[in-house]
């Protein structure tokens, strides 16, 4: 009797067991993506080609198939002071504004979790380089009368640069150059060399 009843409680416990395991790869074979994420699915390690967007999704379970990361596609925004020297020599710092995304292209999102180890500093350091590249090519005047143009060639730059990685450029803003303070002292010495040219000039006309 004893026998049987070891017997049932085995069964028993392998019955719990297996249903548990049942339960276990169905729940794992389900995921959500939340909205504005991209999931990044891997098979025994190999990264699938396609992202998953948001919504409900089926896979393989758990270990076959994990959701090992998710791809922030929100509009993110980089803040960079550049310091350039301009062709005539002045030395200006400008304020430049990068927003970007991952792309939303399931392959897209894909390169942009693999290919770039931090996006950010690697799209800044993009930035300095070709802000301060076009800025030495042009004299002062120019480039406070020409920052539209500037704005449209680092976006295509960058654009061109970071579309390979999964990267979106949406858009590119610079700020008024701000002159430096040697630059900023140079020009108030012309105004004041000026202005006292000028009050001799009044005073001869008077005598």
Known sequence: MDLIYSALQTIFSLKTLFGAIIIFLIFSSFFVVRGKTAAILETFGKPQERA???????????????????????????????????????????????????????????????????????????????????????????????????????QKSLSEQFARYGYIIVNVLVDEPQPSSEVRDAFNRVIRSEEHTSELQSRSAIS
Do not use: C
Request: hydrophobic content about 40%; charged content about 20%.
């Open 52 to 154: 998953k967007l948001p919504g409900l999704h089926f896979k393989l379970p758990w270990p076959i198939t994990s959701v090992v990361a998710h791809v922030n596609l929100q509009i993110l925004e980089i803040d960079a002071n550049v310091s350039i020297k301009t062709k005539d020599n002045a030395f200006m710092t400008l304020p430049v504004k990068v927003q970007y995304r991952a792309s939303e292209e399931p392959e897209g999102a894909v390169k942009a979790h693999y290919e770039l180890d931090d996006p950010e500093v690697q799209i800044t350091s993009y930035v300095l380089n070709n802000v301060r590249q076009t800025g030495s090519t042009l004299d002062m005047v120019d480039l406070y009368a020409n920052r539209n143009a500037m704005e449209d060639q680092v």
